[in-house]
């Protein structure tokens, strides 16, 4: 098990870094930020939020800065709006991790309250907050939900070579199924990959433009996704050509069971036998280093 130590990012906020997969669960560059950037702004929340009611998936909840700045979004828009939240995550020390002082004092008193709630009794009942944390992995959790329908799902795993068993084609079929007709998945990845099993789940996808701080070889912070695709940003030239290369080969898991190992052993075989044109060779014709 990791111990949770806070690790100072960019903006001030505190997030933690997992031994497990070798990855931090934010970016450096700000983890409450990212929450803000790359997942409620990105896909307008501020527009579903007025709305009576708006329900929320929040796939990988870890310590729960999506959902929080989600809620804060929506009630400073609608402050009467009624928050519905479904949120998945496998290990249940990371959301009482993130209830440390220093890593609440960003949110407000609110926010505390629901995240201290979910965090110790994976539950949290108000008069407009009705939300349920989940423990478990996610490919069975999400099977509780057969009737939730999302306005917003908030994607947010480690990176696709670290955990593949939650970018697959069968997963995000599932998780396409908890998304309302109007409502709108995103998540940081930009992979080819994660881009072709989310069309190959019958979903539109759009890309995340770059703000203005993003690093040198950034091209998109990450990718939305809907069953239409009129109010999605639609994917550069580069980004199109970039599903048409052996990096777009999706990972596949068809019992819902499989390991990461066995995942990316088959996912390797996969890319070795395709006959789609190169990563490397793409890369050097868009000059991406």
């Known amino acids: 098990m990791d111990a949770w130590i806070p690790q100072l990012t960019q903006d001030g906020s505190f997030t933690f870094f997992s031994e497990e997969f070798g990855e931090a669960f934010h970016s450096y560059q700000g983890a ?116 939730f329908q999302a306005d917003a799902i908030f994607f947010d795993p480690f990176s696709p070579r670290k955990c593949p068993q939650l970018w697959t084609i069968e997963f995000f079929q599932l998780v396409a199924r908890a998304l309302a007709l109007t409502g709108k998945l995103a998540t940081y990845s930009r992979s080819a990959s994660v881009r072709t099993a989310l069309i190959a789940a019958g979903l539109k996808i759009g890309t995340i433009p770059l703000g203005e701080l993003h690093l040198p070889h950034e091209w998109s912070q990450g990718t939305i996704a809907a069953w239409t695709a009129e109010t999605l940003h639609p994917l550069s030239q580069m980004e199109q050509e970039h599903l048409n290369t052996r990096a777009a080969v999706p990972y596949r898991d068809r019992t819902l069971q499989d390991s990461a190992e066995a995942i990316l052993e088959r996912h390797a075989k996969e890319q070795q036998s395709n006959q789609s044109e190169s990563t490397s060779s793409w890369r050097r014709r868009w000059n991406i280093r």
């Open 32 to 147: 409450k930020t990212e929450a803000f950037q790359k997942f409620s702004d990105a896909i307008e929340l501020h527009k579903t939020a007025e709305q009576s009611t708006v329900k929320l998936l929040d796939v990988c909840y870890g310590l729960g800065y999506n959902t929080a700045a989600a809620i804060e979004v929506i009630h400073k828009v609608n402050p009467n709006c009624i928050i519905e939240v479904y949120a998945l995550e496998r290990d249940a020390t990371v959301p009482i991790g993130a209830t440390h002082p220093q890593l609440l004092e960003y949110w407000s008193p609110e926010v505390q309250t629901i995240l201290k709630q979910l965090a110790h009794n994976h539950e949290c009942i108000q008069d407009d907050i009705k939300a349920k944390l989940l423990i478990g992995d996610a490919r069975q959790t999400i099977q509780h939900l057969s009737d």
